[in-house]
């Protein structure tokens, strides 16, 4: 590769015999083929542009991954100070939708000098540059966006636009063919797909990549709905790519398939199980909320009608809904494969209450490489029982039937009653939970009650937490009396929290719901003893109370 560039973001000079294969002189010279002139097709992106991140771009402002980078007299990708998710990001080109939602002439004498020295620079191939997963999305973006990007006249900028887009997938399709092992390959073959059906000479193999998309497409996706990491967000990701896919194809007058028609429906579905009453999404498995309004942008554009569910039996997951109050609720019903279970919040739940949440997830971290990534997996950033701090652990695949579903939702006069068996410290720390809510009609009153017993005979003493993080919009305070604590929402909406334990206490936490978001908040932690083989019953209550006087401790 050209210039000081060269695996910039490598750790070291190639990674993998791969590596070798792929920058050798012999391969480059190998993606050498013809250039159309231009696309016959334009792929639909139903994801619009900030035209007010595009002036922040103008200025040298780059903030991905919820970290801002102000560049002054360099290109985006000569800052080696920013940590390697940022420079992911960076290479995704997500951001070129918001020069085109910009769509002046000047964001276009911007963007193309850029595009065009990221070809100089890394238009051969560069390990993680030109990793599947980083690559796929860009020429998806490439493709998208050149409507806005390709000049009238085709001019230099255009042949080297196209040529390079050209190379980079036929680079992403022999890597499909010979070397793919990754769990999830959508992105990939949605990306060949589009390539070959907008560009007029490769059309023919639009027919085979269709058929292997829509295979890839139903491994992400379970029956009922959620992506299969059971993260919210990657499933409205996923939405908003299906739903691009089936705006493409009726632009170019394709008919629309049976597996797509059902992808998106299953799709839409499982996203309003996870909306809270704010419109945004709950905080499971990685999640992270997407902003104001975007969940229901993409719920109208998805042309599927119809309420949330109750279960998500698949999934894992119960909506309790009564009244103004939503609880979600994490039950692993169906199980979970051992290389997804890296997020351990079995048996946790959230609480909102009109557009307020009340009891939260911690959420995540976009890095793997960060300390943060695996303290906000842990169970304890989760509101439910840890023992010993340990993790809890999903059941595997297959372990359960319906016979023995660790979950039963009842329902009478509008009151709801939940009955969860948490088998997730059986086999590491001989611990049976048990977790009941009930949740009033009226919504303004949910009871609990965690039951906790060991079954292993020379355990003498077992020490357990049960949280409840609390969303950092709500103040909270310790009464005096030490087994309640007063909630004040920023509505002024009052709430008590009650316990028959004594040992409860307010602590401080972490609230992580976007890439770059830490705010400080509080959690109620009730901390629990076993001893031998007794069974401990805890009960604890969220009573709405109206307006309460409190103050944070």
């Not at 903030?63 to 985006?76: A, D, F, H, S, W």
């Not at 023992?387 to 009151?415: I, Q, R, Y």
């Amino acid at each position: 590769m050209k210039g000081r560039s060269k695996d910039r973001l490598s750790t070291s000079e190639k990674r993998s015999l791969k590596d070798y294969v792929f920058s050798s002189a012999l391969y480059t010279s190998s993606l050498q083929n013809r250039t159309p002139k231009r696309l016959a097709h334009i792929p639909v992106d139903i994801i619009s542009g900030d035209p007010t991140a595009a002036d922040k771009l103008f200025k040298g402002s780059y903030c991905l991954q919820g970290i801002t980078n102000e560049i002054t007299g360099r290109k985006p990708w000569d800052c080696e100070e920013m940590p390697l998710y940022w420079h992911q990001e960076l290479h995704r080109f997500n951001w070129l939708r918001d020069f085109t939602a910009n769509g002046s002439d000047s964001a276009k004498r911007h963007i193309r000098p850029l595009i065009a020295d990221w070809i100089v620079e890394f238009g051969e191939y560069q390990s993680i540059i030109w990793d599947p997963e980083i690559l796929s999305q860009r020429v998806k973006n490439w493709m998208m966006q050149s409507q806005f990007l390709l000049t009238s006249n085709d001019g230099d900028f255009n042949y080297k636009f196209l040529k390079s887009l050209r190379i980079q997938l036929q680079h992403l399709q022999r890597y499909c063919r010979y070397f793919a092992r990754e769990p999830f390959q959508f992105n990939y073959y949605l990306s060949l797909y589009l390539g070959a059906a907008c560009f007029s000479d490769t059309q023919d193999q639009a027919p085979r990549l269709k058929k292997r998309m829509l295979d890839e497409l139903d491994k992400e996706i379970l029956q009922d709905g959620p992506h299969v990491t059971r993260s919210p967000s990657k499933q409205l990701h996923l939405l908003a790519d299906v739903i691009s896919l089936r705006e493409t194809l009726r632009n170019m007058d394709k008919g629309i398939p049976d597996q797509l028609v059902s992808a998106i429906d299953r799709l839409t579905t499982a996203t309003r199980f996870f909306q809270h009453g704010d419109g945004d999404l709950a905080l499971f498995n990685g999640g992270f909320t997407v902003g104001e309004g975007r969940c229901d942008q993409l719920l109208a554009m998805s042309e599927v009608l119809g309420r949330a569910p109750h279960h998500l039996k698949q999934g894992g997951f119960e909506r309790l809904k009564a009244g103004r109050a939503l609880v979600l609720f994490e039950s692993g019903q169906s199980g979970r494969s051992e290389k997804l279970q890296h997020y351990k919040g079995l048996g946790s739940f959230e609480l909102s209450y009109g557009r307020e949440r009340l009891i939260v997830n911690c959420g995540a971290h976009p890095d793997p490489q960060s300390p943060w990534y695996n303290a906000l997996a842990a169970t304890a950033a989760h509101s439910t029982l840890s023992v010993a701090d340990t993790n809890s652990d999903f059941p595997k695949t297959g372990s359960m039937n319906e016979d023995n579903s660790p979950v039963s939702v009842l329902e009478d006069g509008g009151n709801l009653w939940l009955e969860f068996e948490n088998s997730g410290y059986e086999n590491s720390e001989k611990i049976r939970h048990t977790r009941r809510l009930y949740l009033a009609a009226d919504g303004k009153n949910l009871r609990g009650e965690d039951t906790v017993q060991s079954f292993e005979q020379d355990t003498e003493l077992t020490e357990f937490v049960i949280r409840f993080h609390i969303h950092p919009d709500v103040t909270v305070s310790k009464s005096m009396g030490g087994r309640s604590f007063l909630m004040l929402t920023k509505q002024g909406v009052g709430w008590q929290f009650l316990t028959s334990l004594s040992e409860a206490e307010l602590e401080d936490s972490v609230y992580c719901p976007a890439p770059g978001i830490v705010r400080n908040n509080r959690q109620i932690v009730l901390k629990g003893r076993v001893h031998g083989q007794e069974e401990l019953s805890i009960k604890w209550a969220l009573q709405q109370k109206g307006d309460v006087e409190t103050s944070d401790t």
